[in-house]
C-alpha cells in the first residue's frame, strides 16, 4: 500500500511538472514574439516609454537636433534574414549607462518613396566600459548580446516597426536597405 501510493505521489508530481511545461510551450516562447505584452510587464512598460521618448525621432531631423548622427552611411542587411538598417548614433549616450528613454542608436529603413522611416532603437555599451568577460548589462530586465566583432554588447527593440522574428531580434524580415533615389 504504502508503495503505491508513493508512485501515486510521484506520478502525479511527474505530470503536474509536464503539464506546466507544456502550459509554457503552448504560450509561445517570447524570445521570438513581436508583441511586448509577451515578455511581461517590465518590457510592456519599457515599450511604451522608449515609443514616447522616441516618437519624435520618426522624423530624422528631430533625432539630429536631439545629439543623433545626421547620416549613416551604411545599411546593414543580411540575404534571407531582412535588415537592421541604418544606425544613427548619439555618441553622448555611449557609456555604461543603459537608459529606456535614451537609446544610444536609432534604426531608420529608406523606402521605397524615398522616405526615411524609424523602424527601432539599439542600446550598446562598449567592451572597453564594460568588459566581455563579466555579466552582461541589463535594461528592462534584459541581458545584452555580444558583438564580439564589433566590441560592444547589444540589444534592438523594434519599436516603430514589427518584427516577425522578434522585438529584439537583431535581424527584421521585413525591413529592407534600399539606395536613396537619384
Not at 539630429?64 to 542587411?77: H, K, N, P, Q
Not at 548619439?90 to 536609432?106: G, Q, W
Not at 531608420?108 to 566600459?129: F, K
Not at 566581455?132 to 540589444?155: H, T
Request: glycine share 6%.
Amino acid at each position: 500500500m504504502r508503495s503505491t501510493l508513493l508512485t501515486v505521489v510521484t506520478l502525479s508530481a511527474t505530470l503536474v511538472s509536464l503539464a506546466s511545461a507544456q502550459m509554457q510551450m503552448g504560450n509561445g516562447d517570447p524570445s521570438n514574439s513581436p508583441d511586448p505584452a509577451a515578455y511581461g510587464p517590465q518590457v510592456k512598460q519599457g515599450y511604451e516609454r522608449v515609443r514616447a521618448a522616441t516618437a519624435a525621432f520618426r522624423k530624422l531631423s528631430a533625432a539630429v537636433a536631439a545629439g543623433y548622427d545626421s547620416t549613416a552611411s551604411e545599411c546593414y542587411a543580411a540575404p534571407k534574414l531582412g535588415a537592421m538598417g541604418y544606425h544613427h548614433l548619439n555618441r553622448a549616450y555611449v557609456d555604461k549607462t543603459l537608459e529606456i528613454e535614451k537609446p544610444e542608436i536609432l534604426l531608420y529603413e529608406r523606402l521605397a518613396d524615398g522616405s526615411y522611416q524609424l523602424n527601432g532603437v539599439e542600446y550598446i555599451v562598449p567592451y572597453r566600459l564594460w568588459p566581455a568577460d563579466s555579466v552582461a548589462p541589463r535594461i528592462m530586465g534584459r541581458e545584452l548580446q555580444r558583438a564580439d566583432d564589433l566590441k560592444v554588447w547589444y540589444m534592438h527593440m523594434w519599436v516603430w516597426k514589427r518584427n516577425s522574428a522578434g522585438l529584439f531580434a537583431s535581424w527584421n524580415p521585413d525591413a529592407s536597405c534600399r539606395t536613396p533615389p537619384a
